[in-house]
């Protein structure tokens, strides 16, 4: 096996200058949730370049496949390659050309990473049995996310997959470091919107008006005790409202006020019955107040749950390849993944490389100055290229 770990490391050195290329080209000209079509057309370009034919899926994604020397496990490696809609702060001699467009979660190096995978994989066709399929998912920024549109098509299953894997960015470990986590990992993700209707007038004549400003006031404090008196204590929840839209001016109270949020867990049956909960709680206050409300909630990704006894083994493996120091244990998150669908179907894991530089700020994923140590590009390539040898081995 130590043959293997030092091929593996020779080729992810030589094919790491064109996927360092790689990885910039598609950061200079990131593209939006479903309208990742230059990007797709650049990946299915330097897979035809490299002997690989891929297939266009949900629209602007790929799929390729490399088969190894006999029959196996059928493994699928997910990249997802949409952007945010986020003008550029980072200094690079690479930024962002495209206006409010940035890969500030680091698709930009999910492909690249799965794209240098191949290339190992291709040349070392001869050491492992099965398939392994390159999948370039897009829009998992935006609902309902590519990969319920991925598995719509039914592509995934000729035939089913046997295992998925997907790793994402992670500032918070140094580049050359991954993470994983057995069993639920992260949180399902609901949006929340939410209407309160009054009667609006002067500011001056409070008492005239039923006033939707407070009303809303009221549902931003009030719902908090979903989570601190009904949500079961061992369940983490969060629900949390990020945009309060008020319309009004310092003398003019709005008939209208629009509240926007969001309500995360890690069990399903709770989930449920939270969103119960929400609109019960929201039509008995505004009601009690006089006003008028409609509730809307977008069921978004389920929460995402690893397979315990692949996500222990590839830790083994990772630990094998890069050493024991550079393998945590990561703690459950309340963010969520649209990969969290793949792993309702298929025994899947789902890990975190790490991006941080030792010397720098690190600034989180969504922030306009987010910067990966491109050094994890290395990392990133040769360990999923490591683990689907070590997974289908001859």
Request: proline fraction near 5%; include cysteine; charge should be negative.
């Amino acid at each position: 096996m130590d043959k293997i770990k030092s091929k593996v490391q020779l080729l992810a050195n030589r094919f790491f200058d064109e996927i360092l290329e790689v990885r910039r080209y598609i950061h200079q000209y990131p593209e939006l949730s479903f309208e990742e079509h230059n990007t797709s057309r650049y990946i299915a370009q330097k897979l035809a370049g490299w002997g690989i034919t891929s297939k266009v899926v949900a629209g602007t994604g790929l799929i390729a496949g490399i088969s190894g020397k006999s029959a196996g496990q059928e493994i699928v490696l997910r990249a997802d390659i949409d952007a945010l809609p986020i003008q550029e702060q980072a200094k690079l001699p690479y930024a962002s050309e495209n206006m409010s467009i940035m890969h500030a979660c680091g698709h930009d190096v999910h492909a690249a990473c799965v794209l240098g995978a191949g290339l190992i994989l291709k040349e070392m066709s001869d050491n492992f049995s099965g398939r392994v399929r390159l999948l370039f998912q897009p829009g998992e920024e935006l609902l309902p996310g590519g990969a319920s549109k991925v598995l719509a098509s039914g592509i995934l299953d000729q035939p089913a997959p046997d295992i998925m894997i997907a790793q994402h960015v992670f500032p918070e470990l140094p580049a050359g470091k991954v993470g994983f986590r057995a069993g639920q990992y992260m949180a399902s993700t609901d949006e929340i919107y939410i209407e309160v209707t009054g009667t609006g007038g002067h500011g001056g004549m409070p008492h005239k008006l039923i006033d939707p400003v407070l009303i809303a006031s009221h549902l931003v404090v009030t719902l908090q005790q979903i989570v601190s008196r009904k949500a079961p204590p061992e369940i983490p929840t969060v629900l949390s409202f990020g945009k309060f839209n008020a319309p009004g001016a310092t003398n003019v109270i709005p008939q209208k006020v629009w509240l926007e949020g969001t309500f995360r867990t890690l069990d399903e049956k709770w989930r449920t019955q939270a969103h119960d909960e929400i609109r019960q709680s929201v039509n008995g206050i505004v009601e009690a107040m006089g006003g008028q409300a409609e509730v809307r909630i977008v069921s978004g990704y389920p929460s995402l749950v690893n397979h315990t006894e692949l996500t222990r083994k590839m830790s083994g493996f990772a630990q094998t390849f890069l050493g024991e120091s550079q393998v945590v244990e990561l703690p459950v998150r309340m963010t969520g993944e649209d990969f969290a669908r793949y792993s309702q179907k298929y025994p899947s894991v789902f890990y975190r490389l790490g991006t941080g530089f030792p010397d720098r700020k690190n600034f989180s994923v969504h922030h306009p100055e987010f910067e990966v140590n491109e050094e994890a590009l290395r990392t990133g390539m040769e360990l999923l290229a490591y683990l689907c040898l070590r997974l289908n081995q001859l």
